[in-house]
């Protein structure tokens, strides 16, 4: 490609930030992250300090909350450009919140700065007992999907013009 059709395809194409996400609930799956983001982004196994997973009575997904002595097992999506972080913050109920984690990663002893997505009250009365990805595969994947691809459309429809 010669330098203008270079800086013709940079104008079209801005540069992206790029995103790390550390998840541990329904975003671990391959199938619901390639209905929100379209793609499946690539992803290591990673281990998250200083907080514990739990279930949340009346819903399918888990929640984690910062606890010393815990540690959460889960992923890190990297690679995550903006627009795909804002169709993740959509997507994530109003009770957590984006912050800034450090994982490690399960491969080394490499540690990295990612984002989390964590229940925002840590004394909810809801939360509750530990959350297994494998059960909630077997028992919730196949309906959860469908509720993916529901809020998936309804996206679309607000965020197209």
Same mark, same amino acid.
């Given at each position: 490609?010669?330098?203008? $059709?270079? *800086?013709?395809?940079?104008? #079209?194409?801005?540069?992206?930030?790029?995103?790390?996400?550390?998840v541990?609930? $329904?975003?671990?799956?391959? !199938? *619901?992250?390639? =209905? #929100?983001?379209?793609?499946?982004p690539q992803?290591s196994?990673?281990l998250?300090?200083?907080?514990?997973?739990l $279930? =949340?009575?009346?819903?399918?997904?888990p929640? =984690?909350?910062? *606890?010393?002595? &815990?540690k959460?097992?889960?992923k890190?999506?990297?690679?995550?450009?903006?627009? !795909?972080?804002?169709?993740?913050d959509?997507?994530?109920?109003? %009770?957590?919140k984006? =912050?800034?984690?450090?994982?490690s990663?399960?491969?080394?002893? !490499? &540690? #990295?700065?990612?984002?989390?997505? *964590?229940?925002?009250? !840590?004394?909810?009365?809801?939360?509750?007992?530990?959350w297994d990805?494998? %059960?909630?595969k077997?028992?919730? #994947? %196949?309906?959860?999907?469908?509720?993916v691809?529901?809020?998936?459309?309804?996206? %679309?429809q607000?965020?197209t013009?």
């Amino acid at each position: 490609m010669d330098s203008a $059709s270079l *800086v013709a395809h940079a104008s #079209l194409h801005p540069q992206q930030n790029l995103h790390t996400l550390f998840v541990y609930g $329904s975003l671990m799956a391959d !199938e *619901v992250l390639r =209905i #929100l983001l379209k793609r499946t982004p690539q992803s290591s196994d990673a281990l998250l300090n200083g907080y514990q997973r739990l $279930s =949340i009575k009346r819903r399918v997904y888990p929640a =984690i909350i910062p *606890v010393d002595s &815990k540690k959460v097992s889960g992923k890190i999506l990297s690679g995550i450009k903006d627009f !795909e972080m804002d169709i993740l913050d959509a997507f994530e109920a109003v %009770e957590y919140k984006r =912050i800034t984690v450090e994982v490690s990663l399960m491969d080394g002893l !490499e &540690k #990295l700065l990612a984002y989390a997505y *964590v229940w925002g009250n !840590e004394k909810d009365p809801n939360l509750y007992g530990d959350w297994d990805f494998e %059960e909630w595969k077997r028992d919730y #994947l %196949e309906a959860y999907i469908k509720r993916v691809n529901k809020f998936m459309k309804e996206f %679309e429809q607000q965020t197209t013009p």
